[in-house]
């Protein structure tokens, strides 16, 4: 083994600010990087799958969304986690990109709001203890989703409301 690289990082365990469930696609991360600092996720537990947050709904394979929630219990053991940040963005290949909806910007965006609705619904039926926050993320801003408690219907969407980063 050589090094090829010398860094001096903390020794000490650390509580994170949330963990945060995003979608691997380099695009948005800038302004989501950006709303994580603006909402106070300064240490993040950070868990980067294809879809972020469609895989908690309509996984591809059902392990992914066994993985997402032994992930979110690993990082309640070993960094306190408390809260979730959920990301989904536009364009995202995991559904087919936007022209599965047609190139209907607000269909994608209603689509993805319901979403983040039922993958915020499905980590309280498992974790009640987490507190969840949602976004959804396009090419010109990032928007929050207002999480509805239990009550509310799976086929009900959210609208979002934008979050300004300027």
């Known amino acids: 083994m050589r090094k090829v690289l010398h860094f001096s990082s903390p020794r000490e365990l650390y509580v994170c600010d949330a963990v945060v ?14 709303l994580l600092k603006r909402i106070g996720v300064l240490q993040a537990d950070s ?3 294809a879809g972020g947050a469609k895989s908690l709904v309509s996984p591809k394979y059902e ?12 990082a309640m053991q070993l960094h ?3 809260r979730v940040v959920l990301m989904v963005h536009s364009d995202c290949g995991a559904y087919g990109g936007l022209a599965a909806f047609g190139g209907d910007l607000k269909k994608e965006a209603e689509n ?3 979403d983040l609705q039922k993958a915020a619904a499905y980590i309280q ?3 009640p203890e987490l507190s969840l926050e949602a976004y959804y993320i396009d090419f010109e801003g990032v928007w929050q989703i207002e999480l509805q408690g239990e009550q509310q219907s799976n086929d009900v969407a959210v609208m979002p409301t934008r979050v300004k980063l300027a």
Do not use: T, Y
């Not at 469930?21 to 950006?34: L, N, S, T």
């Open 112 to 114: 993805h709001s319901a």
């Open 47 to 49: 868990i980067r799958i």
């Open 21 to 34: 469930i995003w979608c691997f696609d380099a695009r948005f991360e800038p302004g989501f990087r950006k």
């Open 125 to 127: 039926s498992v974790i």
């Open 63 to 74: 392990s992914n969304r066994l993985f997402l929630i032994d992930q979110l219990h690993i």
């Open 80 to 82: 306190g986690a408390k």
